[in-house]
């Protein structure tokens, strides 16, 4: 049978040690199964485990093999999509709701490092950094946004502040958020994966769902077993491929990429991000980047539509590094890797339920490490038959990319084309 190793990549070159795990063998019964081990299947599997479920994690490769073993790290709070863009689709009453949630995955995570004990460098403090007047105009707003759902660990950051706590020339200002932050992105979900287990939650590994048989009790098969269950939840996200065929159609998978410096030393990484915050600018294709436990920068930048590995990831993002960074000119990159998240057309969330017992949440388009751990909550509520929270997500409209499953790459492409050239001119 196959066996998937993680892709090479600073983080599994740094991750803890675990024990290996092993692939389904015959059969299980159990009251939920979940399918994918990153954050969304094991967010939802520590709530409903806490609440009294018996819980089974079917993972097709490894824990955190997709983005949550790959991503920024950035603890980025609220959605890919704002809140006052929410409110003109939903309405004043979901929109109250959803912003009420929109901090709440930051602290999600925080309650389950101090409580499991995780070891993956947490640090607060996340800086949004506008390249533009407008983009500064637009932080001025969302703080005010954010204030007004109760989120007030927000400072604004003028140019001479700033400079304090990003060493680079090309910000006029930003906000920083303290209820933002980083980990190491493997880390977290290893240690999530230890805290599913230590309350006797199973996970099987390279133990990919290749049939669902739906029905009154779901049966998930396995190349060499199944798992009977009163609940399936789906949480494949961008490496889901087509084994639900209503969710790929709403959803795209697209690849970003991410480099890691060696070692800078504590002088050099210290010049560059005094507090270590990490940072954010406002561009819609966005550069990203973090100092990591051992002081290496972790830079993340591209899109690639349509989720095609590019073939030099650093000759795409050392660039956008030395531009931020041009001390860094003769500094070698260690480690450069690729990840697929899922975007939606609406950049909004996808959350919802096949008939009554098969629940699903995907699709968060680039902001999911906060977002995927407060869907696991709200899964598990609707699971336990409170929907209130889970329905304001399935609530949000979503509509098939233009073109089908065959055009949405060129119209994606297109799009993101057309937003690439507003932030080249600042628009
Ligand atoms: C390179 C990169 C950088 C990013 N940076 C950031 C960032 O800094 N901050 C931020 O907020 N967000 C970031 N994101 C997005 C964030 O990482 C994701 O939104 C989030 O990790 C998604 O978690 P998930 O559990 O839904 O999906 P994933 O982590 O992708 O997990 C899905 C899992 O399901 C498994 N699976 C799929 N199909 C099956 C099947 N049939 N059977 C069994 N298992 C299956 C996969 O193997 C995978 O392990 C980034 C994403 C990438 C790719």
Partial sequence: MANTPYPESYYAASANAVPPRPALQGDVETDVCVIGAGYT???SALFLLENGFKVTVLEAAKVGFGASGRNGGQIVNSYSRDIDVIER?????????LGQMAFEGGRIIRERVAKYNIQCDLKDGGVFAALTGKQMGHLESQKRLWERFGHTQLELLDQRRIREVVNCEQYVGGMLDMSGGHIHPLNLVLGEAAAVESLGGTIYEQSPAVRIERGATPVVHTPQGRVRARFIIVAGNAYLGNLVPELAAKSMPC????????PLGEALAKSLLPQ???VEDCNYLLDYYRLTGDK?????GGVVYGARDPANIEAIIRPKMLKAFPQLKNVKIDYAWTGNFLLTLSRLPQVGRLGDNIYYSQGCS???VTYTHLAGKVLAEALRGQAERFDAFADLPHY???GGQLLRTPFAALGAWYYGLRDKFGY
């Fill in 255 to 262: 690849g970003t990429q991410v480099i890691t410096t060696e």
């Fill in 296 to 300: 290496r920068l972790v830079f993340g």
């Fill in 276 to 278: 270590d915050y990490c």
């Fill in 89 to 97: 689709s939903v309405g004043p009453k979901q929109a109250q709701l």
């Fill in 41 to 43: 299947g094991l967010s």
């Fill in 366 to 368: 680039g902001h999911g």
């Fill in 400 to 402: 098939p990319f233009p």
